[in-house]
């Protein structure tokens, strides 16, 4: 049994049903046995992106994220302090602060982290994308 913590664009394509997530790696995360995580700091991603029109949704943040969690099985995974003190032993291989908060969290709650992003996979938290 695998515990997966999406990174935002992960989740997005998920909700999407997209193919631009890897066909083994979506069958992973459709098994039943493995618990789905979507962080805080990828809600607050989203909403600030939506607010900007970066990322146009066809309902607001704050409805329809709820929704497509439930309807994925997909826990929220409150942003907690002792993850973020983790942020002062993380090397700055990333520069995007969203992307250090999660894999902050991955470490902190022993999380796989899904994401395509290959700066995310230099750091020490487990990383999967294509499987």
Known sequence: MGSYLLDTCTSIWFFEGSTNIPARTRDELRDPFHDLYLSDVSILEIVIKHQLGKLPLSQPPSRIIPTLARKHFIDILPLESEAIFRLESL??????????????????????LVTPDRLIHQYPAAAIWEM
């Open 91 to 112: 090397p700055l291989l990333h520069r995007d602060p969203f992307d250090r908060l999660l894999v902050a969290q991955a470490l902190h709650h022993r999380l796989t």
